[in-house]
């Protein structure tokens, strides 16, 4: 009788874990696949982690996007959000700056955030800055397993936005690693609100 009752209850466990991988991992996905940008006035790249002085493969990817964004004309201007952390020499925003500078981009036509250390923060200090600049609508670009999340924030925040997910790295184990903390963290904002 225990163990029916053991087996059960592992069973039940299981099926609650699959419903809720379901229910929060298939729209992000989903949404990191099919948002499309829109042609709007400012780009806002979400910061990601530094290697020494230049940008991490996923926030290079990031960066990447913006740029082609840019040179289609999808927008005159980009945001670059992040602050420096403790484990890096330089800060987000003032690396992308750079990044953007060398591949092209006008040093006039980007804006730097510097202050921000989550996504929450990314995109509340880059309103501001669209505020200060008289920007209505922005796409927010990150990658595909992060473009979910940053909408969802934006929207709350009262930004008028949509997305450009950049590619995720090639590298499966890491890909794989991103969709799982993207899933809680959404998890978290549906339930907790944070």
């Known amino acids: 009788m225990k163990l029916l009752l053991s087996q ?18 298939i729209p992000i996905v989903t949404v990191g696949y099919l948002t ?5 006035d400012t780009i806002i790249v979400l910061g990601a982690k530094l290697i020494g002085d230049q940008p991490s493969t996923m926030l290079r990817l990031r960066l990447d996007e913006a740029v082609q964004l840019y040179n289609q004309g999808f927008a005159p201007s980009i945001i670059v959000s992040g602050a420096q952390g403790l484990d890096e020499i330089a800060s987000e925003a003032d690396v992308m ?25 990314n995109l509340l200090y880059s309103k501001n800055i669209m505020r200060d600049q008289g920007f209505r609508q922005a796409i927010i670009v990150s990658n595909s397993s992060h473009i979910r999340r940053s909408l969802v924030l934006a929207q709350q925040l009262g930004i008028e936005a949509s997305g450009s997910p950049a590619p995720m790295a090639d590298n499966a184990y890491l890909t794989a690693k991103q969709y799982a903390r993207e899933g809680a963290a959404m998890l978290s904002l549906l339930v907790f609100n944070r």
């Open 36 to 40: 499309k940008p829109v042609p709007s």
């Open 97 to 121: 700056r750079t990044y953007l500078i060398a591949k092209g981009i006008p040093p006039e036509k980007i804006y730097v955030e510097n202050k921000s250390f989550n996504t929450y923060q």
């Open 8 to 25: 059960k209850l592992r069973r039940y466990l299981l099926l609650l874990v699959v419903i809720t991988v379901a229910v929060v991992e």
